[in-house]
């Protein structure tokens, strides 16, 4: 069958230029100012001029031509069955710490795509690595200056890229970041590393090479590579010890405050854990740049805290404190990763503080299902947290009824584990109320308490996602 041209419209909003211009859900667009659209970046470029000409195909085979006067950034009010507008790039590498190839059989499809798509960086801040595009691509992101890019980088030298992304192209593609650089792109850079091969001199090496596209590479985040007990047949990596993970921490740390006193950035960020492995705290709030590279795991310890710790001071600066002081007498229990285990004791701690009758465990929930050296929460399944939250039910080590858990334990908007357990199975399994929390350390403390979070106290973002799974 022929495939249809133009742009399936999935929604036309109330009261919009398009409603107004009648144009309907299931018509196709075919073109703007007569240029045919690749995608969403090309719809969004070309709409933002205050005259045009829209051609419609309706659901008849009828086409209209619209002629359009608007203000410059006023939206048409289209929404289409793609938002991209196109199919999704996926990823043609075989990287040698690609977390997707170390996942276990038999799981939901969408979970084994690998997207590699540079509109999603834009999008979504998804990391891409560049070996999916043409130059045409740096040119269309140049000439709709689409920032920032993200972009995985893992080595500046060309034959290690080649050899860690198994993909011949690798090392010839960073030259296309001097061309970002020079028509001043903004770029956010991701190194996985994986020891013995991109770590030590090669890492130095990586780290002054990028430093060269300062300030508009406004920073780069080095993550161990995720390691699952699914490796048969892949490159044969290792954990980092405790000195290797210092060691890594001082060669970063070495760097930082020259960026910072030449260009305001300290640039260049160990994850938290690094700093978990080596057994050392967190780097003040400062040094995170505004928490930049948050979704790669770097500073969102230190940032739950600061939130936590905020937060709680704004509840006993309310003149109810001295009565609420008295009245919570509650017990719940926290499920999280090994990862989060002494920072969320930490803060159990601060709250029980101030809250005497509060009593707020913390159970660390060892990953069977990708194996125990995966320690973030987001990855642990239902199958593990029912197993494990029962057992210390038996061995009476959790009091109350209520189970606080990430809500990144979930798929996105939904009530399901990674593993399809519904969070209403596993209550019914465990006997608990299973209440899933976000992220900010306001809404972790208002938890605790047994309140509801307010909007205004959703503040901040913490991410936990599969260190070294840059897709």
Known sequence: MKQKQGHLIKQVLPDSIAEEMGVEPGDRLLSVNQEVL????????????????????????????????????????????????????????????????????????TLYFKDDDSRLSFLQGNYITLTNMKEKDIDRIIRFHLAP??????????????????????GQVLSWLQKLYEHQVEMNGQIVLCKGVNDGRELDRTIQDLSAYLPFMRSVSVVPAGITRYREGLYPLELYTKAEAEAVIDLIEGYQSDFYQQYGLHFIHASDEF??????????????????????????????????????????????????????????????????GSMLRTLARLAMEAYPGLNVQVVEIQNDFFGETITVAGLITGQDLVRQVNEQKKNQHIEGTTLLITSHMLRMGEQVFLD?????EAEAATGMKIQPVGSSGGELLLAMLGKAACPQQQEGFVYVKAYGNDK
Request: one cysteine or more; proline letters at 2%; glycine letters at 4%.
């Open 38 to 109: 690749e995608d969403v970046f090309d719809y969004r470029y070309l709409i933002n001029d205050e005259e045009l000409e829209i051609l419609i195909e309706k659901a008849d085979g009828e086409q209209w031509i619209l002629d359009i006067e608007k203000e410059y950034d006023e939206d048409l009010g289209i929404e289409f069955e793609n938002d991209l507008m196109s199919e999704y790039h996926s990823c043609h590498n075989k990287c040698m710490f690609c977390f997707i190839d170390q996942m276990p059989k038999g799981m939901r499809n």
């Open 149 to 170: 890019i993200n972009i995985s980088v893992h080595t500046t030298n060309p034959e290690l890229r080649v050899k860690m992304l198994h993909n011949r192209f690798a």
């Open 275 to 340: 700093y978990l492995l080596a057994d050392r705290d967190f780097p003040e709030e400062e040094r995170y740049d505004g928490y930049i590279q948050l979704e790669n795991g770097v500073g969102m310890m230190r940032l739950l805290k600061e939130e936590f710790t905020e937060s709680l001071n704004r509840q006993k600066q309310q003149p109810e404190y001295e009565r609420e002081k008295q009245s919570v007498q509650h017990a719940v229990t926290i499920a999280t990763g090994k990862l989060a």
């Open 420 to 424: 399809d357990l519904t969070v209403e």
